[in-house]
């Protein structure tokens, strides 16, 4: 496979003569933050973070989607941190869009490029530094690991987009395959986050209506979504934040590649009572 490309924000600021509205959308059953919203305005930093800003794309939130948080990190040269996780009861995951990111995880030194991947299970020991002349912008995904008795955590590891075949979904003719990072089957996963792809013109055939929740950012591409029976246009650098059973479909019209980065919550009962 060749080295993909993924669109990554740069923040800046638009010009006074632009229009004010734009295509974010915050609704009871999605949320549309377009990339044109990713602005250095709207930036975060975080305890014990040298030299890095963060775009936050979504969060817990009751009534909503409630199970993750998921982040655009922008680290420059020489920043990073030491202590990056301050909650010991959350797992992550870092992607890698763009640049190098110097990853220390459970003692051992990795070099993350575009399309890099690193599972960090609780209470994971780990490092991250940018020891390149550029910045390096990734993806961080958390969320509170549910524990299940008899069943172990699972292991961090490292991989990338381009040594994993994807999967072609059955009965697509090839249109739509999915990148997958993590066994289904693996029950020590409460998370999956994969890459899902779309050649021009293929098609989610039906409104997916289910129990996951979602973090969608579009990585490469363009498309049209049916969300909770509206028509939206998305395309590289939007994000999608949808809460459980809103439904869902999609058909990749552009001249390219349709992908996206997908997280959702799997594998566990449902919760009875808060």
Known sequence: MTQPTYYA???GLPPQTQLLSDRAVFTEAYAIIPKGV???IVTSNLPFWDR???WV?????????????QYIMEVAPGGGSDKPELDPAAEGVLFVVEGELSLTLAGEHH???PGGYAFIPPGCDWRVRNEADSEVRF???????????????????IANEVDIEPLVMPDTDG???TTRFVDPGDMRHDM???IVNFEPGGVIPFDETHVMEHGLYVLEGKAVYHLNQDWVEVEAGDYLWLRAFCPQACYAGGPGRFRYLLYKDVNRHMKLCL
């Open 52 to 54: 890095t800003r963060l």
């Open 175 to 177: 249109k739509w395959s």
């Open 111 to 113: 070099i993350l490029q």
């Open 139 to 157: 993806h961080w995904i958390r969320k509170a690991y549910e524990r299940v008795e008899g069943i172990a955590t699972p292991e961090p590891f």
């Open 192 to 194: 999956h986050v994969n």
């Open 57 to 69: 794309l979504s969060r817990p939130l009751s009534g909503f989607a409630e199970t993750f948080s």
């Open 38 to 40: 990713m602005r250095d």
């Open 9 to 11: 924000p740069h923040g």
